[in-house]
């Protein structure tokens, strides 16, 4: 079957612009993670979906980023008002409840420049 | 908070020869995963193999193998005979049983010589 999918693959945006970033998790996997990775750097946690239900958002740096995933599946996540700092390649992630260790399948990513 | 630390930003190998990057991690829980993922150039993340914390028998998939030493809090990769598609990022991640986010290191580049 498909991978995790994500769109757009590159985005640009003018400081101060909104941005929406969708993600299309593998069919039927009930966790879905979105990951902030910088230039150079390991992917950092940002927040995790099961289901509908938006389980921990701890990771995320402000309250100008939100996500969503209203029916389970797909899932947008949008940063309001962005800012320089906010460029990087966001990353999502899904997974099944089984095995045990729920490896998570990751997209190819979204790259945002904030210019 | 739990962290994990690749000391190690870039490594090289010669094709067929065999390479170990390092990671360290930092944790008080008993129960948690490690893995290693690779990133190549194309950037889809992909899982190269898992260690559960439990387990005293070092994992192994093919050409891959790990060190964990659970006292210490290490966990290396062995790559044999590596080949040139073995060149990429790899990250060192952990996950605690409790949670299901992962915490990864910086990541080393992997470079493989002809």
């Known amino acids: 079957g498909a991978g995790v999918s994500q769109s757009p693959r590159y985005k640009v945006a003018k400081r101060g612009q909104d941005v929406a970033l969708r993600c299309d998790p593998i069919?039927?996997?009930?966790?879905l993670f979105w990951y902030q990775q910088a230039l150079g750097q390991g992917p950092e946690f940002l927040t995790y979906?099961?289901?509908?239900?938006?389980?921990?958002k701890s990771g995320l740096p402000s309250d100008r980023f939100f996500a969503e995933r209203p029916e389970g599946s797909v899932s947008t996540l949008k940063i309001q008002r962005t800012q320089q700092e906010d460029s990087a390649v966001y990353l999502c992630?899904?997974?099944?409840?089984?095995?045990?260790?729920?490896?998570?399948?990751f997209g190819p990513g979204t790259r945002l420049t904030v210019t | 908070a739990q962290t994990v630390t690749q000391s190690q930003p870039e490594m090289s190998v010669q094709e067929a020869e065999t390479v170990t990057l390092s990671c360290t991690y930092d944790?008080?829980?008993?129960?948690?995963?490690l893995f290693w993922y690779k990133q190549p150039p194309s950037r889809q993340m992909i899982l190269v193999i898992r260690?559960?914390?439990?387990?005293?028998q070092n994992a192994t998939e093919n050409r891959f193998s790990v060190n964990f030493q659970k006292a210490a809090k290490s966990f290396s990769l062995k790559i044999s005979d590596s080949q040139l598609g073995d060149a990429a990022m790899y990250f060192c991640?952990?996950?605690?049983?409790?949670?299901?986010?992962?915490?990864f290191g910086q990541g080393t580049r992997l470079t493989i010589n002809p």
């Open positions: 992630a899904s997974s099944s409840r089984r095995p045990s260790y729920y490896e998570q399948y």
């Open positions: 069919s039927g996997h009930v966790s």
């Open positions: 979906f099961q289901n509908e239900a938006q389980l921990d």
């Open positions: 944790t008080s829980e008993s129960d948690y995963y």
């Open positions: 260690q559960e914390a439990y387990k005293q």
């Open positions: 991640a952990y996950r605690s049983a409790r949670t299901q986010k992962l915490v």
